[in-house]
């Protein structure tokens, strides 16, 4: 259950940092706007407030921004070892998306398959 939280924190955080250029938190947040902006609007965030307040609505999200965030939770755990071997010294976890890019031809298949199927929207 602790990892999949984890995992889940991980996709909020890829959703809050879009603007790190990754397809994935782009798509998520484009798929989940309206649901955070009808669950969260009044978070403000800072120290995981808005990733709390999501985690709290989950089962209310849309189905569409649930899969959205299964998905890329899916990456988070097919590139856990990816992300400790080329970006354990990200700067940020908003890094780590960008990160995986540069390491692209060194991921792991198992990361790069999973990165394609959510860029893909396959399940």
């Avoid at 939770?73 to 990816?82: K, L, M, N, Y």
């Avoid at 976890?93 to 995986?100: F, G, H, I, N």
């Amino acid at each position: 259950m602790k990892t999949l939280t984890s995992l889940f924190a991980l996709g909020a955080v890829l959703l809050m940092w879009s603007s790190a250029g990754y397809a994935q938190s782009s798509a998520l947040a484009e798929t989940c706007k309206a649901d955070v902006k009808q669950f969260c609007a009044d978070v403000k965030p800072g120290a995981g407030k808005v990733t709390a307040c999501i985690k709290s609505h989950f089962k209310e999200l849309s189905g569409d921004c649930q899969v959205a965030f299964i998905r890329v939770a899916a990456v988070g755990r097919d590139c856990r070892s990816d992300i400790k071997s080329f970006c354990s010294d990200a700067k940020s976890k908003a890094a780590v998306p960008a990160c995986l890019k540069v390491h692209a031809d060194a991921l792991s298949v198992r990361c790069r398959d999973a990165m394609t199927k959510a860029q893909a929207g396959d399940k």
